[in-house]
Structures are given as structure tokens and as C-alpha cells.
């Protein structure tokens, strides 16, 4: 047991679960970039041209009403995804809010 082994090689097996040929994992990098301000023209001119998707405006009922919880479940039975389903209710809850702020600056 002197001699552990570090890396996790695999064998080159023709069948199983480790079957190919050994190679060894490289690390990816992760680049988290900024949105261009002329992407975020692009998507706002499109949102705005569109309008939302029939799932979207369901979701923005459901946070109108204070049903933030549903509304995440609704976002990750149409997205697929948990991560992208809390993204979608965050966007649109910040669309909510500016809603209200809108109305209330008018009044």
C-alpha cells in the first residue's frame, strides 16, 4: 500500500465501463465573461420585438402574486434545468419590479 496511486488511469480495456484508450484529464478554465453592450442592445430590441413566451407570462403572474416558489417550479419543468430555471425567475422578477416601479412613478 506504499505506492498509492494519485491520478485514476484508465485501462485499455476494448469493453466495459472503462473501456478506450488511457488518456489522461486536463483541467478546463472557466472564462465568465461580460455581456457587450451591443449584445444587450440586440437582446433588448429582440425581447421587445417579441414580447415573452406563454410560460414566461405565466411565471410573472405567479411572482405578481407572491407565488415565488411555484413560479420556480413552473421555470425548471419548461427550462430543464434547476440553475437556469432560478436565473429565468430572477430576470423575470426584476422585470416584475420594474413593472411596479413604472406604474408607481406614472401615478
Known amino acids: 500500500m506504499a505506492d498509492k496511486k494519485t491520478k485514476k488511469e484508465r485501462p485499455a480495456l476494448a469493453i466495459g465501463l472503462s473501456k478506450g484508450h488511457p488518456i489522461t484529464k486536463r483541467p478546463r478554465k472557466k472564462v465568465k465573461r461580460r455581456q457587450s453592450r ?4 440586440v437582446k433588448g430590441l429582440v425581447r421587445e420585438i417579441t414580447g415573452y413566451a406563454p ?20 421555470a425548471k419543468k419548461k427550462i430543464g434545468s434547476h440553475r437556469r430555471a432560478i436565473r429565468k425567475r430572477e430576470e423575470l422578477s ?12 406614472s401615478t
Open 55 to 74: 410560460y414566461e407570462r405565466r411565471i410573472m403572474e405567479l411572482l405578481k402574486v407572491g407565488l415565488d416558489k411555484r413560479a420556480l417550479r413552473v
Open 94 to 105: 426584476k422585470i416584475v419590479q420594474a413593472e411596479k416601479m413604472a406604474a408607481m412613478q
Open 38 to 41: 451591443r449584445k444587450a442592445f
